[in-house]
Nanobody, 121 residues
Framework: QVQLVESGGDLVQAGGSLRLSCAAS???????????LGWYRQAPGKQRELVAR???????DYADSVKGRFTISRDNAKYTVTLQMNSLKPEDTADYYC????????????WGQGTQVTVSS
């Protein structure tokens, strides 16, 4: 059973920084290394949206709203994916979820429980 556990959410003032981490378990290194990993967020009353995604080859994709401020990275040896968030804005306030797209047979998608980020103005 693949499990994803996020950490690092907090209350921060606008302009500040946070670093979110997601640790994966129940998956082998060979499988996580071929999986795409990502961060999504969901603000109250809104749909969940992609924040950043990193493929097995290290190709990254970002939502327009976070480009130049957020950086996603992965460490397959440590089974982690990290989201460095700088220059935070009140509109970044949301629950942030870690995501893994595991291509074993059919594609399986796993989600963490989420971590809350609140940015005060």
């Amino acid at each position: 059973q693949v499990q994803l556990v996020e950490s690092g959410g907090d209350l921060v003032q606008a302009g500040g920084s946070l670093r979110l981490s997601c640790a994966a378990s129940g998956i082998s290194r060979s499988i996580i290394s071929i999986s795409a990993l990502g961060w999504y967020r969901q603000a109250p009353g809104k749909q969940r949206e992609l924040v950043a995604r990193i493929t097995s080859r290290g190709t990254t994709d970002y939502a327009d709203s976070v480009k130049g401020r957020f950086t996603i990275s992965r460490d397959n040896a440590k089974y982690t994916v990290t989201l460095q968030m700088n220059s935070l804005k009140p509109e970044d306030t949301a629950d942030y979820y870690c995501n893994a797209e595991v291509p074993t047979g059919q594609m399986r998608v796993y989600w963490g429980q989420g971590t809350q980020v609140t940015v005060s103005s």
